[in-house]
């Protein structure tokens, strides 16, 4: 089992940035791979970004890339997510999620266990 909570959310002002954190607990975090999705209301939940079991491999969404930067810490199974350069269509409720480790990210449905998600709201 793992059990996976998202912290670090808030309100920042459009240009600015923030700093995701996922702590896991349970003994397979280490050997899975870890993913951010998010939801924004009334949208469906989208990929963010995702890192495999070693952290040498990783994969972003296009709409993301060159702003976000996704890293972990297995030593203290941790997740993180970089936010920089926040636009306003970035608001959403970001999740942490982890599954099986593949060579490249391979869709939401290899996600075994997902947080309940923290909100980042970012102003214009």
């Known amino acids: 089992q793992v059990l996976l909570v998202e912290s670090g959310g808030g309100l920042v002002q459009a240009g600015g940035s923030l700093r995701l954190s996922c702590a896991a607990s349970?003994?397979?975090?280490?050997?899975?791979?870890m993913g951010w999705f998010r939801q924004a209301p009334g949208k469906e939940r989208e990929f963010v970004a995702w890192?495999?079991?070693?952290?040498?491999?990783?994969s972003y969404a296009d709409s993301v890339k060159g702003r976000f930067t996704i890293s972990r810490d297995n030593a203290k199974n941790t997740g993180y997510l970089q936010m920089n350069s926040l636009k306003p269509e970035d608001t959403a409720l970001y999740y942490c999620?982890?599954?099986?480790?593949?060579?490249?990210?391979?869709?939401?449905?290899?996600?075994?266990?997902w947080g309940k998600g923290t909100l980042v709201t970012v102003s214009s």
């Open positions: 349970g003994r397979t975090f280490s050997s899975y791979a």
């Open positions: 890192i495999n079991w070693s952290g040498g491999r990783t």
């Open positions: 999620a982890s599954g099986p480790s593949y060579r490249e990210y391979s869709g939401p449905g290899t996600m075994e266990y």
